[in-house]
T-cell receptor, first 111, second 112 residues
Framework: QQQVKQSPQSLIVQKGGISIINCAYE??????FPWYQQFPGKGPALLIA?????SEKKEGRFTISFNKSAKQFSLHIMDSQPGDSATYFC??????????FGAGTTVTVRA | NAGVTQTPKFRVLKTGQSMTLLCAQD?????MYWYRQDPGMGLRLIHY???????AKGEVPDGYNVSRLKKQNFLLGLESAAPSQTSVYFC???????????FGQGTRLTVV
């Protein structure tokens, strides 16, 4: 079964809006939580990552919020742009290598 | 600076045929991985390697074999292809002790 559960499967947001993607995990041994961005026909690329000792990390318009007690983390895309239209995957790893991925969220930003 | 290169990019196989997917990285990474991506399933780890000459099973290893004879190359083999192996395959690599993986462009494989 999938070790990381991701929702929603897809979302549509207007340009300038906020996109929010949620992930949940069960394995408390996970200690690294990255988000990957994938454009059609391309491989995933690391977008932003967080470790469980912090509750939030921001890089530009992208923010990860992490709730260790709830075993949940989320990606917020602020001021969404058409160029952000892509599939986003959350992931988790233990021991800093093998990644377990969520099912992915397709984000469409309407101009 | 090529990063992670996968060949071929597309392939159609008949059931029962065999093939090898090649992954090459030029970043001197110790760790290499093979994932498959299916709709609604995310990416699932098939096999991985933590160094030259080593391989290990991931989540979905059945029907696949791998070899890491050289540090820069990681080969994924299908001995007898099945329609259930129709997927997009991604190779990735990372430095030792980090999950910051760099992915190739993918190989779209169709088994008919």
């Amino acid at each position: 079964q999938q070790q990381v559960k991701q929702s929603p499967q897809s979302l549509i947001v207007q340009k300038g809006g906020i996109s929010i993607i949620n992930c949940a995990y069960e394995n408390t041994a996970f200690d690294y939580f990255p988000w990957y961005q994938q454009f059609p026909g391309k491989g995933p690329a690391l977008l932003i990552a967080i470790r469980p000792d912090v509750s939030e990390k921001k890089e530009g318009r992208f923010t990860i919020s992490f709730n260790k007690s709830a075993k949940q983390f989320s990606l917020h895309i602020m001021d969404s742009q058409p160029g952000d239209s892509a599939t986003y995957f959350c992931a988790a790893s233990r021991g800093d290598y093998k990644l377990s991925f969520g099912a992915g969220t397709t984000v469409t930003v309407r101009a | 600076n090529a990063g992670v290169t996968q060949t071929p990019k597309f392939r159609v196989l008949k059931t029962g045929q065999s093939m090898t997917l090649l992954c090459a990285q030029d970043m001197n990474h110790e760790y290499m991985y093979w994932y498959r991506q299916d709709p609604g399933m995310g990416l699932r780890l098939i096999h991985y390697s933590v160094g030259e000459g080593t391989t290990a099973k991931g989540e979905v290893p059945d029907g696949y074999n791998v070899s890491r004879l050289k540090k820069q190359n990681f080969l994924l083999g299908l001995e007898s292809a099945a329609p259930s192996q129709t997927s997009v395959y991604f190779c990735a690599s990372s430095y030792t002790g980090t999950a910051k993986a760099f992915f190739g462009q993918g190989t779209r494989l169709t088994v008919v």
